[in-house]
Nanobody
């Protein structure tokens, strides 16, 4: 069993920045591809970014490309999401998720992930 705990969500003004963290339990974190999703009120949970198990491959939704950066520190069992140039439409609960296995492909669907965190709220004011 893998536990994921997100942190770093906050209220921020448009144009501001945040860094989200997701700490994972377990000894096999380095073998997981990790993703970030978000869910705004009344909307479906959507893919934001993903990083492969080695950190060598990253993927982003078009809506965040150039503004958000995903990274990981396998020594700390932690994945990060740096959010820059935030917009009000980035307001959502942000979830991290783990895809078990040494995959480097693009996993953008919710059902491709095996474990989920509880989420952290990001609110961007205009």
């Amino acid at each position: 069993q893998v536990q994921l705990v997100e942190s770093g969500g906050a209220l921020v003004q448009a144009g501001g920045s945040l860094r989200l963290s997701c700490a994972a339990s377990g000894r096999t974190f380095s073998s997981y591809a990790m993703g970030w999703f978000r869910q705004a009120p009344g909307k479906e949970r959507e893919f934001v970014a993903q990083i492969s198990w080695s950190g060598g491959n990253t993927y982003y939704a078009d809506s965040v490309k150039g503004r958000f950066t995903i990274s990981r520190d396998n020594a700390k069992n932690t994945v990060y999401l740096q959010l820059n140039s935030l917009k009000p439409e980035d307001t959502a609960v942000y979830y991290c998720a783990a895809h078990v296995g040494y995959g480097s492909a693009w996993y953008s669907r919710r059902d491709e992930y095996d474990y989920w965190g509880q989420g952290t709220q990001v609110t961007v004011s205009s």
